[in-house]
């Protein structure tokens, strides 16, 4: 079923999406929006801080939804944007991982089934979703600040290969990623963390620390796989520490989500998470937060989302 009643829409568009791969999505969500008859205002500019800047311009206007087109970072654009209003937030995905789709039910590999179900979502009442809220110390300004994500957010081996990543200049591509992983893993050392969960420390030393609002990360790499988008917690992924060959062979199961089976893997499940360590830099949705410690709470419904409902993430059926 599709809606009948014109909407007003807001599209911010990520024209780099997968390394530039995804250009073409943005405009031909415009397209198909506008050609069912909604009011679109499409967004796009050449960097995350003015997209969220004409985002917060957008939204302040109170459209019928926000629709963001490209990867995770731009579903933790929108959830900055909208978390806590009353605008739906929609997505078509065109990144490279594209986990939020995933655990959602949101078509991640087929832009017109994605952009078919938008338009489905758009005549049908949003569903309520939680959100994480971030609070930490900001680099630049020494000042106490905030940030939403809406997928999962990391603080551990893997924070630290996209840290790396970051910091290159070559090669461009996703292969990036990959020459980063060899050259940590060759320094893979243990972590010493202090949590506290919902006020209960617990001192250790890992490999991999997450916390899930959803499924996974890096493309389908399922780290919280009973993660709930609706059930009011935060799914904690403790990894102890691990050699490099045991690393390499739990690795794998992250895939599948067979790695909690194993005896140096604990999920824990609060509202209210601490996590404090020295020289590990936090990231959430693939954007780079702060550095440890940081503070996160759960905020339950404070997302309104233009989705199926019938993804692995939701607790509750639609």
Same mark, same amino acid.
């Given at each position: ?8 829409? !807001? ?5 780099? %999406? ?9 405009? %031909? ?122 997928? !999962? ?13 970051? #910091? ?38 890992? %490999? ?5 609002? #959803? ?56 509202? #209210? ?25 759960? !905020? ?12 692995? %993430? ?5």
């Amino acid at each position: 079923m599709t809606t009948t009643k014109p909407l007003r829409l !807001v599209v911010a568009i990520n024209p780099t %999406a997968s390394f530039g791969k995804g250009k073409d999505v943005g405009p %031909a969500v415009v397209q198909t929006l506008r050609a069912i008859g909604h009011e679109v205002t499409s967004l796009q500019e050449p960097d995350f801080d003015e997209l969220m800047a004409s985002g917060r311009k957008a939204v302040a206007t109170k459209p019928d939804a926000l629709v963001v087109v490209g990867g995770d970072g731009m579903v933790n654009l929108g959830a900055n944007l909208v978390a806590g209003t009353k605008v739906p937030l929609g997505i078509v995905p065109s990144g490279t991982g594209n986990d939020m789709a995933r655990g959602l039910g949101i078509p991640w590999d087929n832009t017109e089934a994605a952009i078919a179900t938008l338009i489905e979502a758009l005549g049908r009442p949003p569903l309520v979703a939680d959100a994480g809220l971030i609070r930490y110390l900001d680099e630049e300004t020494g000042l106490l600040a905030s940030r939403w994500f809406a997928c !999962v957010l990391s603080a551990g081996f893997d924070a630290i290969v996209n840290e790396r990543a970051n #910091n290159m200049r070559h090669p461009k591509g996703p292969s990036r990623y990959l020459i980063a992983l060899g050259l940590e893993l060759v320094k893979l050392k243990p972590i010493p963390y202090r949590l506290v969960l919902d006020g209960v420390e617990l001192v250790t030393t890992g %490999a991999l620390i997450s916390v899930g609002n #959803n499924i996974s990360l890096g493309g389908g790499m399922k780290v919280t796989p009973d993660a709930k988008v609706d059930d009011g917690l935060l799914d904690v992924l403790v990894v102890q520490a691990l050699s490099r060959i045991s690393f390499l062979r739990i690795f794998p199961k992250v895939f599948t989500g067979d790695h909690v089976t194993d005896r140096r893997v604990s999920i824990h499940r609060a509202k #209210n998470v601490r996590i404090e360590s020295d020289g590990v830099v936090a990231y959430a949705d693939g954007e780079r937060i702060a550095r440890l410690p940081i503070d996160i709470e759960v !905020v339950p419904g404070a997302l309104r989302l233009l989705v199926p409902g019938t993804g692995p %993430a939701f607790g509750q059926p639609a």
